[in-house]
Each structure stands twice: as structure tokens, then as C-alpha cells.
């Protein structure tokens, strides 16, 4: 394979991660849990608006948590990643552009699509991080793993940034009212996933063998060796080191991100400001992921999370002494400068710990533990208000986790891996 067809490669691989970030920035992140409560459900109180979008987030895990492992492991034995990552992401498009069908008061219809869509988003995660160890050698995963990540917050952010003005300013988009808007920015999610989808397909080749299985036969292959690799990984020491570590740190991270939206609205901040902040997040942490592939790579892969981690562990402390709104705008650029660079660089480092032939099911491993996340952190931070009265002492819990996930970090040594012998 020629060093150009590598870099086209790898670059079709990493735009993917432009394409399905328009659904976590403008779906997840921006519109659908307001347009929820004022429009799907708006005959309904508050407090049951958020039951409904708690069920739906959790049956979404649920799912995610007991396919991942298995659509990877079968995926392992297949050799079939990319019509894997196919068809997770055909059913979320579908279902991401159903979105906009659904009519005012039809809270139902509205929740089962999306449930549908975020599930199919995460499971096309597995076969899209597995796919890394066929567009890179490990020298290579800092850099292109981070470049995935930096093309994710500017692509992500760029559709946001058009689905803002198509809501602030309706009339301008030919469009009736806000609520239109909104339901045509989930529609411009759908196409924007699918058309920025093709460079995957068309440019990544993915490793086959010729004695690949049939469907039935890599089901059952795939549930035996998925029950051989969960029994694997406490034997891998590297390996299980790293995934508590990662669920710990990550943890951190997304309880870090929940709260700072929840200190911005208890300070009075309106509904623009805190999209302004995410928008920030997804323009700084464009050139910041990327920034931290090329440390990483001149520097040590770990030293760099670690670093990612410190600057956490200042935020957090930092947001004790949260008061002003300029602080908050301060606080979401430097999570922007470390938060896709702690994502990148945490798989790029895993790929690395990884068994040759195994990239599916480990990374379903993995992913499943990215869905773990955000469990500790809002408990500690529940216990700590409820137990000294202060919410913003409640804040000082979650460094607990940074430090723990920090530390773990130290004790792993890649090594030791069980895919150390093919190379650095």
C-alpha cells in the first residue's frame, strides 16, 4: 500500500468523525432535550419531561452496553467492520431524519427515535475506533485518532453554528418560525451524516482473510470468544489497568462538562449563552486535538493525558470559585484546549494495548465503559451536597477522580501488553 493511499485513508477514516459529530453537537448537546420539554412534551409537566428523557437516555445505554462487546467480537471474527459501521449508520441517519416528521405532542414517537438513533450512534463507534488499527500503524494512532477528534469539533460545530442562525433567525432560512428551524436542523444532521460518511467507505480497506465466516458462524464465534475475552482481560493486567483507569478519568470528564451547563444556569445564564459556550468548546478544541496528537507524538503519549488531566483538576477547582459569567466563557475554552486531546489520545493509547485481530471486541469493551461513564461523578457530587450543604464543595468531589484515574494511569505499562510485539 502506497504512503498516499495510507494518508487518504486515514484521512477518509477521520472524517467520519466530522460526520457523526453533527448528531452529539446539534441533537444531543443542542436542541433535542429543549425541543423536547417545550415541544414533543409540552403538555406535560417539567418533572415528568425529564423522566421521559431520563428513560430514553438510560434505554439507550442499556442497549449499547450489552451490543457493543458483541457486535465487536463478531465483527473480530467476521472481518465485516465497515458493513458493521454501515449499518449502525444507516439506522441512525434514518432515524435521526425521522426527527423531523414528528409533530408537536408526540413526546412518544420523538423519544423512540432518538433512543434509536443514540444507541446506533455508539454501537457505530465500535466498528468506526476498531477500524484504526487498518488506516494506521501504532507509531501513527496519536496523530490520526487526534485528527479524527479535531475534524469532529470543527465539523460538529460548523453544522451547530448554521443550526443556531437558522433558529435565531428563521426568516432568513425561508422558515416559518424557531420550531421549524429545529426540525429542519435535525433533517440537515441526517444528510450531513450520510454525505460525510462516504469517504470511510470508499477510501478505508479494511483487512480481510480468506477463510472468513459466514454470518451464523461469526455469531457463535462471537459470542464463545466474547465470553474467552472478558475472562482475557482480567488476565491482561495493561489491559484492565487501563479500562478502570479510562472509566474513572472519563468519568471526570463528562461530570465536569454536565456541570458546568448546570452552574451556568443556577448563575442565571440564559439558553444563548450556554450554546455559545459549546460552541467555543467545538471551535477550540478543533486545533486543540489536533495539537495534542503532534505532543503526543514528540513528547509520550501518557505525559500528554496526564497533562490533559492536570488542567481538569484545575478547572474543577476552579469552578468552586465560580461567579461570572466571563468566567464561564473562560472555563469552556480551556476545557476546549483539553477535552478532545484526554478523548484522542485515551484511544490511540488503548489501540495500542490491543491483541492483533481483536480490535473489534476490545474496543467494545471500551466503548461499553465510555457508557459506564458520568455514573460516579454525579453520585460523589450528590453525596458531598447532601452530606455538607455546599454545593460548591460537592464540586471539589470529582477531582477524586481525576487524581484516581491519573494514578491507575501510572500503573499501566503498555509494554507488557499482550499486542507489544508489534512495535512502539
Known amino acids: 500500500m502506497s504512503q498516499s493511499h495510507d494518508r487518504r485513508a486515514q484521512f477518509g477514516w477521520a472524517v467520519y468523525d466530522w460526520a ?43 442497549v449499547v452496553l450489552f451490543l457493543a462487546p458483541l457486535l465487536g467480537a463478531i465483527a473480530d471474527r467476521s472481518r465485516r467492520k465497515k458493513p458493521g459501521l454501515a449499518l449502525a449508520t444507516a439506522i441512525a441517519v434514518a432515524a435521526t431524519a425521522g ?4 409533530g408537536e405532542g408526540q413526546w412518544l414517537a420523538a423519544l423512540a427515535l432518538f433512543v434509536i438513533a443514540s444507541a446506533a450512534f455508539f454501537l457505530a463507534m465500535v466498528f468506526y475506533d476498531s477500524l484504526i488499527v487498518d488506516v494506521a500503524t501504532p507509531t501513527d494512532y496519536d496523530r490520526v485518532s487526534a485528527l479524527g477528534y479535531g475534524l469532529g469539533y470543527l465539523g460538529g460545530g460548523l453544522l451547530l453554528a448554521v443550526n443556531v442562525a437558522m433558529t435565531l433567525w428563521p426568516e432568513v432560512f425561508g422558515l416559518a418560525d424557531r420550531a421549524a428551524a429545529v426540525r429542519w436542523s435535525f433533517l440537515s444532521v441526517a444528510v450531513w451524516w450520510a454525505l460525510f460518511s462516504l469517504p470511510v467507505f470508499v477510501w478505508v480497506d479494511e483487512a480481510r482473510e480468506h477463510d472468513t465466516p459466514g454470518a451464523g458462524q461469526a455469531l457463535r464465534e462471537g459470542l464463545s470468544e466474547l465470553k474467552q475475552t472478558a475472562w482475557r482481560i482480567f488476565s491482561e493486567k495493561p489491559v484492565l489497568t487501563f479500562l478502570v483507569a479510562y472509566w474513572l478519568y472519563i468519568d471526570g470528564v463528562h ?73 464561564f466563557y473562560v472555563m469552556a475554552m480551556v476545557i476546549g484546549l483539553v477535552q478532545g486531546g484526554v478523548q484522542s489520545l485515551s484511544r490511540s493509547y488503548f489501540a495500542r494495548l490491543v491483541p492483533d485481530g481483536r480490535a473489534g471486541e476490545y474496543f467494545g469493551i471500551y466503548n461499553m465503559m465510555g457508557k459506564f461513564a458520568a455514573v460516579i461523578g454525579p453520585l460523589l457530587v450528590g453525596v458531598t451536597a447532601a452530606a455538607t450543604g455546599s454545593a460548591r464543595l460537592s464540586i471539589l468531589s470529582v477531582l477524586v477522580l481525576f487524581v484516581a484515574g491519573g494514578w491507575l494511569l501510572t500503573r499501566v505499562d503498555a509494554r507488557q501488553a499482550p499486542s507489544a510485539g508489534r512495535g512502539p
Do not use: C
Open 20 to 62: 457523526n459529530s453533527a448528531f452529539s453537537t446539534t441533537v444531543v448537546a443542542g436542541f433535542f432535550p429543549i425541543f423536547f420539554k417545550s415541544y414533543w412534551s409540552s403538555g406535560h409537566a417539567m418533572e415528568t419531561s425529564t423522566l421521559q428523557l431520563g428513560v430514553g437516555s438510560a434505554l439507550a445505554s442499556l
Open 99 to 102: 426527527l423531523f416528521f414528528v
Open 255 to 327: 461530570t465536569i462538562i454536565r456541570m458546568a451547563v448546570d452552574f451556568g444556569l443556577n448563575l442565571g445564564f440564559g439558553q444563548t449563552s450556554l450554546i455559545t459556550a459549546l460552541l467555543l468548546v467545538q471551535f477550540i478544541g478543533f486545533p486543540a486535538a489536533v495539537a495534542f496528537g503532534w505532543l503526543a507524538s514528540r513528547w509520550d503519549t501518557k505525559k500528554a493525558i496526564y497533562l490533559g488531566l492536570a488542567v481538569y483538576a484545575a478547572v474543577t477547582a476552579w469552578g468552586y470559585f465560580l461567579a461570572h459569567e466571563w468566567q
